[in-house]
């Protein structure tokens, strides 16, 4: 492949999937990492994406100041939203009166708790307030938040504080949205999130991913667990084949939304 062909490939890839990994290019492009890198560096030299570690993600509008690599919560909340309310509403079925459940924060997750509303007799712990608010709205459910150093932007608790009261509780179920699902794990890009879920997985006994199809493959900076720690992906998506493999592997079941 002429390497002006295969930049457009790539630049193609990460509009439609917004955060690309090198790794999952060079599979996908039949060439090697190296060669993925130069790729990427001439593509960021001439403002068509912008690199990051380990991959590559949408440029930066000329002149826009330096924002945070996974985009605001608000502006995440329009990103593949319908793919998300489908996700939610298939993932509400899973669960029944007398559920207790973890939930985690994100934008999937949030319009989970929108379900969650409409819901009765589960118990819900989680660390957003914006989701607890909703969870409670359920008739008879019981919602615990979680306590800690207050994120505004996207109303949740982080710190040692939130880890602690946590670890207080034990759930059946720990429902989670992730940064990314790759072949050695499910990621994220907050490193407070990251700890955040991983003690929601420590007090749970069945683990359930949300996740659209642009979390396959994106190339999360911060390993969460491995692929064997999750029961359950809910998504609208099948993932790429090397992915679908090593969740096949880990014995997760794929859920699929309409």
């Known amino acids: 492949m002429r390497p002006n062909i295969r930049r457009e490939r790539i630049e193609q890839m990460v509009r439609e999937r917004e955060r690309v990994t090198v790794d999952a290019l060079a599979e996908l492009l039949g060439t090697s990492r190296e060669t ?16 990051i570690h380990g991959g590559a993600t949408l440029a930066e509008p000329r002149g826009a100041p330096e924002a945070d690599i996974e985009g605001s919560f608000q502006g995440r909340l329009l990103e593949h939203a319908e793919a ?5 509403r298939r993932a509400i079925q899973l669960f029944e009166p007398g559920d207790t459940l973890f939930v985690d924060t994100g934008t999937t997750t949030l319009l989970f708790a929108e379900e969650l509303a409409m819901a009765s007799g589960l118990t ?4 957003s307030a914006a989701i607890a608010a909703l969870a409670a709205r359920g008739a008879s459910n019981s919602t615990f938040l979680i306590g800690g150093e207050y994120r505004a932007e996207s109303t949740e608790n982080l710190g040692p504080m939130a880890i602690d009261q946590i670890s207080q509780f034990h759930a059946i179920h720990a429902v989670l949205a992730v940064g990314s699902i790759e072949t050695v794990g499910i990621l994220d890009f907050d490193l407070r999130e990251a700890d955040v879920a991983r003690a929601m997985i420590t007090q749970s006994r069945s683990v359930t991913v949300l996740a659209d199809a642009s979390k396959f493959g994106r190339g999360g900076l911060i390993k969460v667990a491995p692929l064997e ?3 359950r992906v809910v998504t609208e998506s099948e993932p790429p084949q090397a992915i679908a493999d090593a969740l096949e592997d880990a014995g997760v079941s794929m859920i699929k939304a309409g």
């Open 36 to 51: 993925i890198r130069r790729d990427l560096t001439d593509l960021a030299e001439r403002g068509r994406v912008r690199k």
């Open 229 to 231: 720690a999750v029961h």
């Open 124 to 127: 819900v712990i989680t660390n």
């Open 84 to 88: 998300k309310r489908a996700i939610a």
